[in-house]
């Protein structure tokens, strides 16, 4: 009693000192604000106030138990007067399967895994009480963000009965730091790691960004970039790495780490890191010992190898699976996992770069070790705003298959457009490979359910920097949010996470709820159309990928050229990949390739992708292929002008730091969308040695001065 007493009172405490918080983003979707009057939820609220902690030993329910205190406090305890004469009827149980009076209560947990949970409505010893429980401590946490969600959004918390569990076991974020602090693809500030004042120095954000990946069920951080330094594998970053470890351990987090290929040759002086050689066998082995016995609990090594000028097995004849397994007998021992990328192509093959990593890995299917997962990109080129579904889903029935995304919008207009990014993610997982015939979903792929595997996963390259906001705008923050509700449910809407998130973010208004959800489902769209529609792709600035620069010609290398992908010339435009052309289309499921290898039956959203056409081509509209792609264009420019007017219509509805913020984006975002639509439908013009189509305004400079404009500091390189 007097713990409860004791609990109860640094409620009370934390209410009386809740300071006005300024609204910079920091907080994520986990505010805490007061709840408006309208919502209702003090009553309920007030039958849940009194915090039961059953078991003081166990860090991830002392997180819990904070973390309910924190938010009771923040939405509920300046609006309770009297709190502590009001707080008799009831309290919350949290606990896991052993203890006493959960075990009386009968609950499902038996199919819920490691990091499911049960939310139940209980009467225990005649009173009312709200069960949080699980079978593990983690598991306790995620219901307890789970029950404060709903708090959040106004929803009832009383008559309760929930049981949920993650369908997938490798939930991460693949963190592109480098140890100098930038960050690849970056675009939210520096590294969040301060590796230079690790390990004594562990930032409070540590623990906030913890916080907020348990809240939406990541459990996994890959420090460093997959473009690896060795450096990372040496003593001194494994204690920064331990410490990171340390404080994300009650959240249920495991560190990862990018291994560079040729660590054995860099730190271990030998000659050669030929997997097949028992001296780099060796050396990994040490190396694996040496970090395990530093973070008992490590999750294991992503490898980039043998792409874009990485080290790799091939230098040595040796394939990916020789790599992959040799690493994974290295952590073995100690129930670690390799993720080996299967974004692969090489600069010297001539094949069609979106052909080079099925051909390297399908042959290879079946013959990874147990501990080997293989992570394949959502396209089979490169986080496009548009792709169709890589070919390596579905192929490879006999290997383990994790889905990465990118969270970062590297492709998408770096930190400034709103582009929400649920749509693109659940297009990807839903689409069909027919791998086992109709409704073979990538998702079913990747949760394992269709070719019965346990080891199953999703990957996300994180936008998360140091910027205040953590990534760099208030609806990036929705972007690393969904792709956590999607890693825990593969099969979740993307227009049900837009509207809890937007719940969660702005509070629970259904006139802002129903707005912000409206630009977020539009927000893909819209950029596929103002950047890449009908199948176009990489027509990015180069390097920096930022802008439209699909003049770029004279590279060295055929794919490092935005003509490369949209080959438009006089008579048409768009990619062979049919059997007159690359023949790509063969890489998927007969159904599926039948499909694509028709423009008739091919999407037209995906149709340049696997077509070249001539610019008459009649499209479904009765356009012509050339109206077509003016219409979608210009349709780009003014979906964002309609999300901008949106967005003032909420205004007085928002707070005024993330209002103006995002509306200055938007200004920045309708700025750039002209300018796509405007370089681009000026280059296409030029190419195709025709008019703009009827009706549509001007380019509103001359393609030379497009073409001339340069960006020599942009960020994220
Ligand atoms: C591309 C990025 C590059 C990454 C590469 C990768 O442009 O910076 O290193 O992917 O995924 O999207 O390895």
């Given amino acids: 009693m007097g713990r409860l007493i004791a609990w109860c009172a640094s409620v009370l405490l934390l209410a009386g000192a809740m300071p006005a918080y300024a609204e910079d983003g920091y907080d994520l979707w986990l505010r805490y604000r007061p709840l408006p009057a309208g919502i209702q939820a003090r009553d309920r609220a007030q039958a849940a106030a009194l915090v039961y902690d059953v078991d003081r030993h166990d860090q991830s329910i002392i997180k819990a138990g904070e973390e309910i205190e924190r938010a009771l406090a923040g939405m509920l305890g300046a609006q309770v007067p009297n709190y502590s004469q009001s707080v008799v009827p009831g309290a919350i149980l949290l606990g896991t399967a052993d203890e006493p009076r959960i075990k009386a209560l009968n609950l499902p947990l038996g199919s819920l895994g490691s990091e499911g949970y049960v939310i139940r409505s209980a009467t225990i010893d005649g009173k009312a009480v709200t069960v949080i429980a699980a079978n593990s401590g983690v598991g306790v946490l995620y219901g307890s963000f789970a029950l404060i969600e709903r708090l959040q959004r106004g929803l009832p918390i009383d008559g309760l009965d929930i049981s949920a569990a ?144 990485q080290p790799g097995p091939q230098d040595y004849h040796r394939s990916h699976a020789d790599g992959a397994n040799m690493l994974a007998a290295a952590v073995k021992p100690h129930g670690g996992v390799i993720m080996w990328r299967a974004f692969v192509y090489a600069q010297e ?93 990538v998702a079913k792929v990747i949760d394992g359910s269709l070719d019965h595997h346990a080891l199953t996963g999703m990957a996300g390259v994180a936008n998360i920097g140091s910027d205040r906001d953590w990534a760099g705008s208030t609806f990036n923050q929705a972007n690393w949010f969904v792709f956590g509700r999607m890693a825990w449910n593969p099969d979740a809407s993307a227009k049900t996470v837009a509207g809890e998130w937007s719940e969660l973010t702005f509070g629970p208004n259904p006139q802002v709820t129903s707005t912000v959800v409206d630009m977020m489902t539009t927000s893909r769209e819209a950029v596929v159309n103002y950047m890449e529609p009908l199948g176009l792709a990489h027509m990015m600035g180069t390097g920096h990928h930022y802008g439209p620069a699909p003049w770029v010609h004279e590279l060295a290398r055929p794919e490092w050229n935005p003509v490369y992908y949209h080959k438009a010339d006089a008579t048409g435009i768009g990619f062979d990949r049919t059997k ?43 356009r012509t292929l050339w109206e077509e792609l003016a219409a979608h264009y210009t349709l780009g420019v003014s979906q964002v002008a309609d999300m901008h007017g949106k967005w003032r219509s909420i205004q007085p509805l928002i707070d005024p730091e993330r209002y103006a913020k995002t509306d200055i984006f938007l200004s920045i975002q309708q700025r750039e969308a002209q300018w796509w639509r405007d370089a681009c439908l000026a280059y296409f013009a030029s190419v195709s040695g025709r008019p703009l189509p009827a009706g549509e305004a001007p380019p509103a400079r001359s393609l030379a001065e497009y073409e001339a404009v340069t960006f020599p500091y942009e960020p994220g390189k």
Avoid: C
């Avoid at 939406?216 to 331990?242: E, Q, W």
């Fill in 580 to 622: 007159t052309g690359s023949n790509a289309v063969a890489q998927y499921a007969p159904h599926v390739a039948a499909m694509f290898a028709d423009p008739k039956t091919t999407p037209e959203r995906n149709l340049l992708w696997f077509h070249h056409v001539g610019w008459d081509y009649p499209m479904a509209s009765g």
């Fill in 166 to 309: 993650p369908k997938l076991k490798l939930r991460l974020l693949d963190h592109w730091d480098n140890l100098d602090r930038t960050v690849e693809r970056g675009y939210a500030g520096q590294s969040i790691w301060d590796w230079w004042k690790l390990p004594d120095f562990k930032s409070p954000r540590y623990t906030d960004y913890a916080r907020a990946n348990a809240s939406i069920g990541i459990n996994g951080a890959v420090l460093n970039n997959v473009n690896a330094k060795a450096d990372s594998l040496t003593a001194p970053y494994i204690v920064k790495a331990a410490a990171l470890a340390d404080v994300f351990r009650p959240y249920g987090i495991k560190v990862y780490l990018s291994a560079r290929w040729s660590a054995p040759i860099e730190l271990g002086h030998l000659k050669t890191a030929d997997p097949l050689d028992p001296a780099v066998a060796t050396w990994w082995k040490a190396k694996a010992d040496e970090i395990y016995a530093a973070i008992p609990d490590f999750g294991g090594f992503l490898v980039k190898a043998n792409s874009e000028g």
């Fill in 349 to 441: 093959n001539p094949e069609d770069r979106a052909k080079q990593a099925y051909d390297d890995f399908k042959a290879l299917d079946g013959r990874f070790a147990d501990n080997v997962i293989v992570q394949v990109k959502n396209g089979a080129i490169d986080f496009q705003p548009r792709e169709p579904f890589h070919p390596l889903f579905g192929a490879m029935p006999g290997t383990p298959l994790m889905m990465e995304f990118q969270i970062t919008k590297e492709y998408l207009g770096m930190a400034t457009h709103l582009v929400y990014l649920g749509p693109l993610y659940e297009e990807a997982l839903q689409a069909d490979t027919w791998a086992h015939g109709k409704g073979s979903t």
